[in-house]
T-cell receptor, first 114, second 117 residues
Framework: AQKITQTQPGMFVQEKEAVTLDCTYD???????LFWYKQPSSGEMIFLIY??????QNATEGRYSLNFQKARKSANLVISASQLGDSAMYFC???????????FGTGTSLTVIP | GAVVSQHPSRVICKSGTSVKIECRSL??????MFWYRQFPKQSLMLMAT?????????EQGVEKDKFLINHASLTLSTLTVTSAHPEDSSFYIC?????????????FGPGTRLTVL
């Protein structure tokens, strides 16, 4: 069975500081993809970053980077230089190669403090 | 990234009526679309997987006769909530799988907030 765990229901970070949002996953499928989405209060789900299970390097997209530790089955999202607009819910998700659907974590609510 | 639209964004209806929600992939073809339901401060709950040209696959516990899904083209899937009741009030969000994209990512629509009176 596939499972995504986000253990931080809420996080606070000072503006311009970096913050790490935790995500661990469990799967027996050797091929999988890990995704992070941002959901602001408007409700839309915004794709942020992707990490493939066979990728040798950690993914980066602008201020977002993914700290991928395969042996620990963790895929933490790092947001550098936090901005007020980063305040939102963040969801970690996984899709295995043998399936169609995404498995979502319970989300982390991030609040950026001015 | 790819764009997915969803219409309407908000709907209020009386109990017993049916409501149709449209999900469109605007700049890519999506053979597979997904319908989710989200309660306040909770994660997304997958309701069904919509496959173009074939019947949808519903998750356990989701009534297929109540939540009708049609995926008639490569860019359009619809969810019809039939005989809606107040307990159907929720945030419904669709996504489309972009198999031709960089990471075979799911892109989400902006969601539909349904309120049943």
């Amino acid at each position: 069975a596939q499972k995504i765990t986000q253990t931080q229901p809420g996080m606070f970070v000072q503006e311009k500081e970096a913050v790490t949002l935790d995500c661990t996953y469990d799967t027996s499928d050797p091929s999988y993809g890990l995704f992070w989405y941002k959901q602001p209060s408007s409700g839309e789900m915004i794709f942020l970053i992707y990490q493939g299970s066979y990728d040798q390097q950690n993914a980066t997209e602008g201020r977002y980077s993914l700290n991928f530790q395969k042996a620990r089955k963790s895929a933490n999202l790092v947001i550098s230089a936090s901005q007020l607009g980063d305040s939102a819910m963040y969801f970690c998700a996984m899709r295995v190669s043998t399936g169609n659907q995404f498995y979502f974590g319970t989300g982390t609510s991030l609040t950026v403090i001015p | 990234g790819a764009v997915v639209s969803q219409h309407p964004s908000r709907v209020i209806c009386k109990s017993g009526t049916s409501v149709k929600i449209e999900c469109r992939s605007l700049d890519f073809q999506a053979t597979t679309m997904f319908w989710y339901r989200q309660f306040p401060k909770q994660s997304l709950m997958l309701m069904a997987t919509s496959n173009e040209g074939s019947k949808a696959t519903y998750e356990q516990g989701v009534e297929k006769d109540k939540f009708l899904i049609n995926h008639a083209s490569l860019t359009l899937s619809t969810l019809t909530v039939t005989s809606a009741h107040p307990e159907d009030s929720s945030f419904y969000i669709c996504s489309a799988r972009d198999r031709g994209g960089a990471h075979d990512t799911q892109y989400f629509g902006p969601g539909t907030r349904l309120t049943v009176l």
